[in-house]
């Protein structure tokens, strides 16, 4: 089944820095990927996603890349803010699957004023 | 209005005990899912039917029994509570897996 890898576990950084978190897959077949930001007590939502006909999707200060030959896909926040500090979630869905999104262990971003 | 609602919000039991715990969502989704999130945040797969079917089976205790009614609804019930068992549970939907999963406001579920 799929597998995927989330990397790093915690980042902190200065208000107005930007974060990467890095994302990796194992089934080709997976064609569908979304990104989740988790705020303390609440539920996952969606804050960006991409398919697999797309490198590269862009909403303000949200990013997302995909690399389908190597299998990887990234989130980049540029200019963060104390309110981007939450957990992050990668997944990743496709047709062998059967509808199952895997995620990713999650990172836990902190941004300090 | 409420897309992916999911009844209790906060569970406190003994060991040993059976419970439920209800979602529904109004979305129209074909595809619902169960997540456990434990205390590292970890969020795992338990289940997901599409329409009223099992689909993904996950390696779950048989203490854990889902059951879909109808397309809308899908529950979760539990046999013979476990300290274990104790975490964020997270109802879900999506369309056939190929669109973003919407979830429920979770239920923390606490054994003790």
């Known amino acids: 089944g799929e597998n995927v890898e989330q990397h790093p576990s915690t980042l902190s950084v200065q208000e107005g820095d930007s974060a990467v978190i890095k994302c990796t897959y194992s089934d080709s077949a997976s064609n569908y990927f979304p990104w989740y930001k988790q705020e303390l007590g609440k539920r996952p939502q969606l804050i960006i996603d991409?398919?697999?006909?797309?490198g590269e999707k862009k909403d303000q200060r949200i990013a997302v890349t995909l690399n389908k030959t190597a299998k990887h896909f990234s989130l980049h926040i540029t200019e963060t803010q104390p309110e981007d500090s939450a957990v992050y979630f990668c997944a990743a869905s496709g047709r062998t699957n059967a509808g199952k999104s895997t995620f990713g262990d999650g990172t836990t971003l902190t941004v300090k004023p | 209005d409420t897309a992916v609602s999911q009844t209790p919000k906060y569970l406190v039991t003994q060991m040993g005990n059976d419970k439920s715990i209800k979602c529904e969502q109004n979305l129209g989704h074909d595809t619902m899912y169960w997540y456990k999130q434990d205390s590292k945040k970890f969020l795992k797969i338990m289940f997901s039917?599409?329409?009223?079917?099992?689909?993904i089976n996950e390696t779950v205790p048989n203490r854990f029994s889902p059951k879909s009614p109808d397309k809308a609804h899908l529950n979760l019930h539990i046999n013979s509570l476990e300290l274990g068992d104790s975490a964020v549970y997270f109802c879900?939907?999506?369309?056939?897996?190929?669109?973003?999963?919407?979830f429920g406001q979770g239920t923390r579920l606490t054994v003790v």
């Open positions: 879900a939907s999506s369309v056939s897996g190929k669109t973003e999963a919407f």
């Open positions: 039917y599409n329409n009223k079917e099992l689909i």
């Open positions: 991409i398919r697999s006909n797309v």
